[in-house]
C-alpha cells in the first residue's frame, strides 16, 4: 500500500485550497472506485465538530455515499472501546471504512474493520502474544482509507491498532500487514487545527519512531531467521530501506516541530511535520521500534490522576507522544553501546555539535540532545512530573515485560533491573 | 508493492554466503506461498550459464516446482523479440513468472505476462499513445518475481516496459502499474559477475533517473489534474516521495559509482549500487524521467554500427545507460533555469564546490560537473563517438518528438529547436 500511499501524498501534501477541495472530492472518488456502497465514518467527539471530518462528509453527501457515522473513539483506546466500535462495524455490515483523526480513530478503525470481516474471531485472538493469541489475519478485510488529522502515529502506514488493556493495565495491540489501511491521505490543512500540545505530543512521537527505527536491531542480526517469507514479522529491525525514511523524518523534525509547534499558521512547519509523520511510519512499520514505546505502555496504561493540556477528555490520560518520549534521554544512552555511530549521528542531525566528540560518548551525548530539546519545548520534567514515584517502578517493569514484541528490537538486550534503572533514570529530566 | 520489495530488500540485500543461499530457497518459497504451479523463468542466452540463473533453476529443482525456461530475451529488445517471448508465454499457460535479468529481461517478462493474460488483445493495445493505442490494463496479471541482475534500471520497481519499435527506429514501451513486478529481490551478489562497462552504462542510468525525477516538473504544476484518482499517469512529476529516494540514490552513486566500475571485488560499492538501482526506481516510477530518457530513446533506435565493449551480442547497439547519460550535461545545462536550486544541490552531491557558486550558473555548474565525472569513467566523447554526426540530428528529433510521455515532464518546455541544440551540443563532451 505504500506505493499507493505515496501516490496520494504527492497529490496531496501541500496541498492548496484547491487541491484541498479537490482531495475531498477524491475521498468519495475513491469510495467509488473501490466500489463502496455503504460507507462507515470513524472519528472522535471532538474531531466529529472540526473541519477535516466536515470536508469528508461534505465530499461523501455531494457523491451521494451512503454512509453512517461513529464518533465514539476514545482518546488513547481501550479493549472496552474497541470492542464498542467492533460492535458498531458488525450491525453496519460496511464495505469500506473512513477513518478521520489520530492514531486512536485510525487505530480503533482497524480493529473494527479485522473482527466485523471476522465475526466468529475472539477479541484476544489478534491480540499480540503474549497477551493474545497473535493468530495471523487470514481473512479479506474492507478497503479503509486513513485521513490523519495528527502528526505524530504514522498509522495511516502501518499494520498496528494499540490500546490500553484495562484487566492488564498495559498497552498493547495488534500487528499485522492485513490491517494497514488501503489508502492515506496526507493533507496538511487538517492539522492547522491541533491545539499547541497535541502537536508537541504527535511531534514526540515521529521523533521517537525515527531515533527507535534507526537505532533497533538490524534486520540481519535479527532471530530466529523465518524459514518461509510469510513468517516474516511485521517488524524486522532496521534494514536499508527503514534507514533512509527514519534519517529523513528526523532531519524534518529536527527542522520543523519546533516552529510548528510555537506557529500554528506557520503552514509550511505543519505540513513538513504531517510528511513526517507518514515518512517516519513508512520507516517504523518495516523496522519497528524499541524501548522508548515498549516502556511507554506501561505510562499510559498506569496513569493515575494526570490530565494534559489541551486535551479535551473526561479521563485522567498520558498522551501516546509523551509517555513515549519521556524516557528517550535514559533509553539511548542506553542503547548507544551498540551502534554508536548511528547514535551520534541522529545527535547531530538533532544539533549537537559533535566535532570533538568520542564515540564512546555517543549514547551521553544523544541523551543530552534529546533533553535540551524537550526543555525547549517545555516538557513535563521526567515521569515524576506526570505522577509517578520510585515506588511505582516495579508495576511499570512488570507492565514492560509482555511488550517483548518492541522490546526485542532494542539493539542491547534488556534485563529486569536494566529497566528498572530506565524507569529511575527517566523520573527526573533536568 | 514496494512495501512487499522493502521487506524483500531487507532482507536479501547485503546477503552473506548463507542469506544467498536463504535468499534462493525464497525464490521458490515465495512461489510456493504464489500458489505457483507452471513456472516461467525468463532470462538471455548470456545469463542462462551465470550464476544468478543457476541458483534460481537451483532453488526450484530443490523445491519440485514445474518451470519452463525462455532465454531468447534480446539485450535492448524489439517489437519482434517482446512478441516471440509473448508467443511462448501464451503456450505455456503459466500461473507465475521470474525474470533474472537486466532491464531487458525484466521488461520483456512483463510485456509477455501483459499479453498472455490479454490473449485478444492486439499488440498496440497497450502501447504508449501516439505510437500505441495506450490502453489501460484491466485484466488481471500473474505473479512475477523480478531478479535483477544489472545495477541500472530498477524495473524491479516499476511498471514500465521499454522496447525498439523497430519499423518506426525508434524506443517506446508500455507503462502501467499493472505490469508491475509482484516481488523483487535484490540480491546484491548477483551482480558480481557484471563486466566493467556493464557497470558503468547501467550506472549512468541510475545516475540519470536520480537527477531527471528530482528535476522533473513538479507534481502541483503537472496539468491536467485528472479528475479522478484512477486517471492519474504512472509518472506524476516530482513529489516530497520521490526526492527523498532521487536524492538518497544520487548520494550512494557519487559514493559507490566508481568504486563499483573500477573493483568487481568491491562488495560493498556494488551492493549499494544494486540498492541504489532499485531506490531511484522507486523515485522514477512515480516520478517519471524528463529529456535525456526521452532523447535516448531515438539514439538507441537509430544505431548504426556501435558495438559497445564487453556486450556480447550480435547486433550492433547503444547501451541504454550510455544512450541517456550522453545528453545530461546539456540537458541538465537546459533545465536549470527552471529550479535552478534543485540543479546546484545536484551538482554538490555529485562533488562540485559549490560555495561561491552563483544561482543563475547552476545548469553550468551540474553540466561541468557531469562532464568530469563521465571523463574520469572514459565514457565515449559524445554522440559523435558512437556514431552520430549533425545529419543525423533531423532523425534524432524527429524520433524524439513522440517521447511526450516522458519529454512533457521537462521542467522547461522544448520546441523542435531547443531539441535540435540539445543534440548538438552533446556531440562531443570533452
Redo the contacts between chains.
Keep these: 500500500?505504500?506505493?499507493r500511499l505515496?501516490?496520494?501524498?504527492?497529490?496531496y501534501?501541500?496541498s492548496?485550497q484547491l487541491?484541498l477541495c479537490?482531495c475531498r472530492i477524491?475521498v468519495s472518488?475513491?469510495l467509488q472506485?473501490l466500489g463502496a456502497r455503504r460507507v462507515c465514518v470513524m472519528t472522535d467527539k471532538n474531531l466529529s465538530k472540526l473541519p477535516p471530518v466536515n470536508a469528508v462528509l461534505n465530499s461523501l453527501a455531494k457523491y451521494g455515499i451512503n454512509f453512517q457515522m461513529y464518533d465514539n473513539v476514545r482518546v488513547e483506546p481501550t479493549d472496552q472501546s474497541f470492542l464498542d466500535a467492533i460492535q458498531f462495524a458488525k450491525k453496519g455490515e460496511f464495505d469500506a471504512y473512513v477513518a478521520v483523526g489520530g492514531g486512536s480513530v485510525m487505530d480503533t478503525c482497524k480493529a473494527a474493520n479485522l473482527y466485523a470481516a471476522s465475526p466468529s474471531s475472539e477479541f484476544l485472538d489478534y491480540v499480540n502474544a503474549p497477551i493474545g493469541k497473535g493468530k495471523p489475519v487470514t481473512v479479506p478485510l474492507k478497503p479503509l482509507i486513513a485521513v490523519p488529522t495528527t502528526s505524530g502515529t504514522g498509522s495511516e502506514t502501518t499494520g498496528v491498532a494499540i490500546f490500553d488493556f484495562k484487566e492488564l493495565k498495559v498497552k498493547t495491540g495488534i500487528a499485522s500487514?492485513a490491517i494497514?489501511p488501503t489508502l492515506g491521505i496526507i493533507d496538511p490543512l487538517h492539522t492547522l487545527s491541533m491545539p499547541e500540545r497535541i502537536v508537541a505530543n504527535s511531534g514526540f512521537d515521529v521523533l521517537c519512531h525515527a531515533l527507535e527505527s534507526y537505532t533497533a536491531l538490524p534486520?540481519?542480526e535479527r532471530s530466529p531467521?523465518p524459514?518461509?517469507?510469510?513468517d516474516?514479522p511485521a517488524y524486522?529491525?532496521s534494514?536499508?530501506?527503514?534507514d533512509?525514511?527514519a534519517l529523513?523524518a528526523l532531519r524534518v523534525v529536527a527542522k520543523y516541530l519546533k516552529r510548528a509547534i510555537r506557529d500554528p499558521e506557520d503552514r509550511e512547519a505543519r505540513a513538513n511535520m504531517h510528511?513526517a509523520s507518514a515518512?517516519a511510519g513508512?520507516g517504523f512499520g518495516?523496522?519497528g521500534v524499541h524501548l522508548c514505546h515498549g516502556m511507554s505502555y506501561p505510562i499510559s496504561g498506569l496513569v493515575k490522576t494526570y490530565k494534559p493540556k489541551d486535551y479535551n477528555v473526561d479521563h485522567s490520560l498520558v498522551p501516546h507522544g509523551l509517555s513515549v518520549v519521556l524516557t528517550s534521554p535514559a533509553v539511548f544512552a542506553f542503547t548507544a553501546q551498540i551502534h554508536p555511530e548511528r547514535h551520534l549521528e541522529a545527535a547531530e542531525i538533532l544539533g549537537a555539535d559533535i566535532r570533538t566528540a568520542r564515540i564512546k560518548d555517543a549514547g551521553l551525548i544523544l541523551a543530552d540532545t534529546l533533553r535540551k530539546f524537550l526543555f525547549d519545548l517545555n516538557v513535563d520534567d521526567g515521569l515524576a512530573a506526570i505522577g509517578y514515584s520510585k515506588a511505582d517502578i516495579p508495576a511499570l517493569v512488570k507492565g514492560t515485560l509482555p511488550q517483548e514484541r518492541v522490546t526485542k528490537l532494542s539493539p542491547r538486550p534488556q534485563t529486569e533491573e536494566d529497566l528498572s534503572a530506565l524507569f529511575e533514570a527517566s523520573m527526573k529530566l533536568y
Design positions: 500500500m505504500n506505493q505515496s501516490i496520494e501524498l504527492a497529490i501534501s501541500f492548496s487541491a479537490k477524491f472518488a475513491d472506485n500487514r494497514k534486520y540481519n531467521c524459514a518461509n517469507p510469510i516474516r524486522q529491525g534494514n536499508p530501506v527503514s533512509v525514511w529523513h510528511l515518512f513508512i518495516n523496522a
